[in-house]
């Protein structure tokens, strides 16, 4: 349990409406490799991504995180977590009516210490995602692609230990997702937890994810 | 003839300007928040000053007529609640 | 670990941002936090500044004063026997005849004052001492032309010359008051040349004045109603804060819907609690929340307050207006050109500012808390469905 990175162990979760989506998940999503979680629409991927990032909680279950029960703690105590998580959700959540640039470092905005660094990093974090000349325009303004490469960039600022990820590539030509795994290999490489939730052929076919895994039924399969 | 400048004048590449700190939109936001902290100081300040330079006079002024013409606040009492000049006060 | 500091300029700058995200509820807000607190202090600052101006007034005014009483109401004082028996009484000094009234005049009632040449050694020297057939006017009358006569009626409807005004600066004290000359003013009063309206005195000292009243009234051959200074000073404060207690309760409902208003921007709607969720699931703590919410509420509030204030202030002092004194207290004519000391204008600011900020803080905090309690994970699925 000691171990850096994020783990299941026994880990459920039930709709409020009733029925399980997720049956005691055991699995270990170590620091310094990326993880691929595929899987049907509808498998619970997201609320697996939300229970590592601790949004939820869950049913029975635990999620440890570099050796921390994390999911065990008090509200104040997961925020210190969810601190030390970037996060890139299904539909984006970026702010419409604020720059790309402001998307960016919000996660960074309560943490006056970092501030002068972290608008550097985030000006290149867009320059290296192709967003460099559109920082000062609203996500309202940008396509699809461009919209989810500037919450990726949001979820890479501040580097924080653990990536996850819920269809980063579903709006991205082929040549956009070189670029993405190319900032995914770099945060493996600096130590961090990468997971990634997608059914996008391109990402399984991808050299960069160490652990695949295939969510179905409640229950998390290793693939080969 | 063409005329060669010192070597002290010759131009040279200016340094790149250092990034603003602050995203545009900021700055504008910025503005406010020092505008919003400075507009309170701003107004007490001349309130303390105009209280402190005319602070007391024209009562003054007011009481000294209340002397001279034997008046007993505001009205004339005992007739009369202070305010107002009740018409049965009239002889 | 990170020291708190509840200043984060980054944070800062992202309140100002996000109040300019929505211009118009933060100007909304503004404007009326501005106007209740410029409501509220403008009935305190009134309500002290007449406190203020009346207690030096009352330092002025004569100590005791004497009216002979009818059963059908006051009667005309003989001066000459009121003067010799009072005069018998031990403590009594300066015994002085008074004749004024109520008359009809332009425009509605007027205070008639009659002074006679022993005025004169007080007299301020730029304004002239009315002689027979002259009068001077108060702020309320300055509307008249000088080369107008006026008419007034009391016993007996006589026509005077304006000779001049009495100065803006003691209208609080005379607004709607018309100074005659004594004779003029017995005439038009419909009093003998040997009567007087009421007779003023002094003493010693101000607490000696209530030991004398049964003293005056067992020497004087009439009933009489003798008031003293403090009891009409008495009189008068109560009735100042019977009328500001009043408004300012009236004030109570519009705290409160502001209050309510305040919570509601805050908390309730349904793109906050979305954009709570995001922030929180990007890693904003409760506390950074917290804070965000109290530098949105400090943005609005602090010159919001400032402004409503000044408005005040400026409304009350400088240059003043008719119809604070009218609405508040029915004083017609010009404003009131009262001032504060320091101390006591600082006091009725400083209130005024609580008495708004107070609520507002409240409404603030609760809205702020609702941030801080809220599931990310619940807001952003509410929005995702």
């Known amino acids: 349990m000691n171990a850096a990175g994020l783990a299941c162990r026994a880990l459920t979760f039930e709709r409020s409406t009733g029925g399980r989506l997720l049956d005691g998940i055991e699995a270990a999503f170590p620091c310094g490799r990326a993880c691929l979680i595929t899987g049907a629409t509808g498998a619970g991927k997201s609320t697996l991504l939300h229970l590592l990032a601790g949004l939820l909680g869950p049913t029975s279950g635990e999620v440890w995180a570099d050796g921390q029960p994390v999911s065990r703690w008090s509200a104040p105590h997961r925020e210190r977590w969810r601190q030390m998580v970037g996060i890139v959700f299904q539909h984006l959540h970026l702010l419409n009516d604020v720059t790309l640039l402001e998307n960016v470092l919000l996660p960074c905005v309560p943490r006056p210490e970092r501030w002068p660094a972290v608008l550097g990093e985030a000006r290149q974090l867009l320059e290296r995602l192709g967003l460099g000349a559109l920082e000062e325009v609203t996500p309202a303004r940008l396509s699809g692609g461009e919209r989810q490469r500037a919450a990726l960039a949001r979820a890479l600022i501040g580097q924080p230990r653990f990536l996850l990820l819920d269809e980063p590539s579903a709006f991205q030509d082929d040549g956009r997702i070189e670029g993405v795994l190319g900032l995914l290999e770099e945060a493996t490489g600096q130590g961090g937890c990468v997971v990634v939730c997608s059914h996008d052929p391109r990402l399984a076919a991808a050299d960069l994810f160490q652990s695949r895994y295939r969510l179905a039924h409640g229950r998390l399969e290793r693939c080969p | ?91 | 670990m990170t020291r708190f500091c509840f200043w984060n300029r980054p944070l800062i700058a992202w309140a100002a941002r996000d109040l300019g995200r929505q211009p118009f509820s933060a100007l909304l807000l503004f404007v009326c936090l501005a106007l209740l607190v410029t409501l509220v202090t403008l009935v305190l600052l009134l309500g002290q500044s007449l406190r203020l101006a009346s207690v030096q007034w009352a330092a002025q005014a004569p100590d005791l004063v004497v009216r002979r009483v009818t059963p059908g109401g006051w009667a005309p004082l003989p001066v000459a026997e009121a003067l010799e028996r009072v005069q018998t009484v031990a403590g009594v000094l300066r015994p002085r005849p008074r004749v004024w009234g109520v008359v009809q005049g332009p425009g509605g009632p007027w205070t008639v004052v009659g002074v006679d040449a022993a005025a004169a050694a007080d007299w301020p020297a730029d304004v002239p001492l009315p002689r027979a057939g002259e009068a001077l006017l108060g702020t309320a009358g300055r509307w008249l032309a000088t080369a107008q006569p006026l008419f007034l009626e009391g016993r007996r409807a006589l026509g005077f010359k304006v000779v001049g005004y009495l100065p803006r600066s003691a209208a609080a004290a005379l607004h709607d008051g018309v100074v005659l000359n004594r004779q003029d003013a017995l005439l038009l009063l419909g009093l003998a040349g040997d009567q007087a309206t009421d007779l003023a005195l002094e003493v010693f000292h101000d607490e000696e004045a209530e030991a004398l009243r049964p003293d005056l009234a067992s020497v004087l051959p009439w009933p009489v109603t003798i008031t003293t200074s403090r009891e009409q000073l008495r009189r008068q404060l109560d009735d100042i804060d019977r009328r500001t207690g009043w408004l300012l309760a009236s004030f109570v409902p519009a705290l409160a819907a502001m209050a309510l208003v305040v919570a509601a921007l805050g908390a309730a709607g349904r793109r906050q609690r979305w954009e709570v969720g995001v922030l929180k699931a990007l890693g904003w703590g409760g506390g950074d929340l917290l804070r965000l919410h109290l530098y949105r509420g400090l943005l609005i509030a602090g010159p919001a307050v400032a402004v409503g204030s000044a408005a005040a202030y400026l409304l009350l002092f400088a240059p003043g207006t008719t119809w604070v004194g009218r609405w508040i207290f029915g004083l017609p004519g010009a404003p009131l050109p009262l001032h504060l000391s320091g101390q006591s204008a600082a006091g009725g600011l400083l209130l005024g500012m609580l008495l708004v900020a107070l609520p507002f803080s409240a409404a603030l905090f609760w809205s702020g808390w609702q941030a801080v309690i809220q599931d990310p994970a619940e807001s952003i699925a509410e929005a995702e469905r």
Request: charged share 15%; with cysteine; aromatic share 6%.
């Open chain 2, 1 to 91: 003839m063409a005329k060669t400048l010192p070597a002290q004048e010759v131009t040279r590449p200016c340094p790149a300007p250092a990034p603003p700190i602050w995203p545009g939109a900021w700055r504008q936001a910025r503005r406010a928040v020092i505008a919003a902290l400075l507009l309170p100081w701003l107004l007490l300040g001349l309130m303390g000053l105009d209280m402190g330079l005319r602070g007391g006079r024209p009562e003054q002024t007011a009481a000294r007529w209340v002397g001279c013409l034997g008046l007993s606040t505001p009205a004339l009492w005992p007739a009369g609640d202070g305010m107002h000049y009740p018409p049965e006060a009239a002889p």
